[in-house]
């Protein structure tokens, strides 16, 4: 009895000393700050605020100048909801799905560490639509859904920016990436509908997350390190 006791009581003494934290101090590592934003700060987990546009160095990258979070219209956050929400915002599928850009990675922290951008949307030209902005440049954006096991928000994290026509293959015009967040934040917060959902979006514009600046920045353009943090009701 006695033996068995012993036995056993270094494993009780073992489990009252390490209450069950280590599921959850990843989440907790996640957060930014002590109170839940809708998304997780990635930096947390080794992610970063640019993506990534080569496998390999030098690891340049665009920003992330656009959080959608998880405080917003739960049908946006799925993915059936976003195509139609920035359908709703002057966006569209890839002109007959073929993509004329790179493919880019990014990391958001979640665990997933660098993944391939799950969505490309492009400015929507009405009448010769979005085949006219592959060919002629404009606003577009990639996404990633920050939906890793170790930070699963479920928010949006966007590069956007405003491009040259494909005949410059496909450059990004100078302040391309301030001018493109802009345009993406202007129609968000106007107010957009689309087949009789609307929607409105509040926004705070947060420094410290991004670096400003050109360093590591694809094409080496200047942005001002503004990351727009929206949230989008509906109404
Ligand atoms: C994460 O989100 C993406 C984009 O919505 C989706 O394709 C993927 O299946 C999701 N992953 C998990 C594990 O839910």
């Known amino acids: 009895m006695l033996r068995t006791l012993s036995l056993i009581f270094p494993t009780l003494v073992l489990i009252v000393a390490h209450p069950i934290t280590s599921g959850s101090q990843t989440v907790i590592a996640g957060k930014s700050s002590s109170e839940y934003q809708g998304w997780f700060d990635p930096r947390v987990n080794g992610g970063r605020f640019l993506d990534y546009t080569n496998p390999k160095p030098p ?20 993915d059936e909801g976003f195509q139609t929400y920035y359908k709703s915002i002057g966006y569209s599928e890839e002109c007959l799905g073929i993509h004329l850009g790179n493919k880019h ?62 005949a410059k293959k496909h450059m990004i015009v100078p302040d391309g990436y301030n001018i493109g967040r802009n345009w993406f934040v202007e129609k968000a917060t106007a107010g957009s509908h689309w ?19 050109k360093d590591g920045v694809n094409h080496g353009i200047e942005q001002d390190g503004i990351v727009a943090i929206l949230t989008i009701h509906r109404l």
Request: proline content about 4%.
């Open 59 to 78: 690891y340049s990258g665009e920003p992330l100048n656009i959080i959608i979070t998880a405080f917003s219209d739960p049908y946006i956050l799925t």
């Open 195 to 213: 087949k009789g959902k609307w929607w409105k979006a509040e926004v705070e514009r947060r420094e410290g997350l991004l670096k400003a600046g």
């Open 105 to 166: 990675n990014a990391d958001l922290g979640d665990g997933d560490e660098r993944k391939v951008q799950q969505l490309l949307a492009r400015q929507y030209f009405p009448v010769v639509g979005t085949c006219w902005e592959s060919l002629a440049g404009g606003h577009h954006f990639r996404a990633w859904k920050q939906n890793g096991s170790l930070a699963n928000s479920g928010a949006w994290f966007i590069g956007a920016s405003k491009e040259e026509p494909t």
